[in-house]
Nanobody, 115 residues
Framework: QVQLVESGGGLVQPGGSLRLSCAIS????????MDWYRQPPGKQRELVAR??????TNYADSVKGRFTISRDNARTVVLQMNSLKPEDTAAYYC??????????WGQGTQVTVSS
């Protein structure tokens, strides 16, 4: 059974940094993309950052220049978040899509940016 486990969330002051990590366990077919989504309170879930199997990345306009997505290894995806703003407050989820179109989600980790 595939499991995605996020870690690294917490409370941080505006301008601060956090590093989110998502580890994959269990057998998983060939990975196509690894994503970070977020869902602010009362709002819809949105794509924050994506990295493909080839290493290509893209970001939501709201986080460009502040967030960086990377892969520590074949089974771990990291989101480095710098210059955090109160509007970055959300539950953050990692997601993986395989080349046979299976999609897996983590349970989420809370990020709160507040003074």
């Amino acid at each position: 059974q595939v499991q995605l486990v996020e870690s690294g969330g917490g409370l941080v002051q505006p301008g601060g940094s956090l590093r989110l990590s998502c580890a994959i366990s269990g057998y998983i077919f060939s990975i196509s993309t690894m994503d970070w989504y977020r869902q602010p309170p009362g709002k819809q879930r949105e794509l924050v950052a994506r990295i493909t199997s080839g290493g290509f990345t893209n970001y939501a306009d709201s986080v460009k220049g502040r967030f960086t997505i990377s892969r520590d290894n074949a089974r771990t995806v990291v989101l480095q978040m710098n210059s955090l703003k109160p509007e970055d407050t959300a539950a953050y989820y990692c997601s993986v899509e395989t080349t046979n179109a299976a999609i897996y989600w983590g349970q989420g980790t809370q990020v709160t940016v507040s003074s």
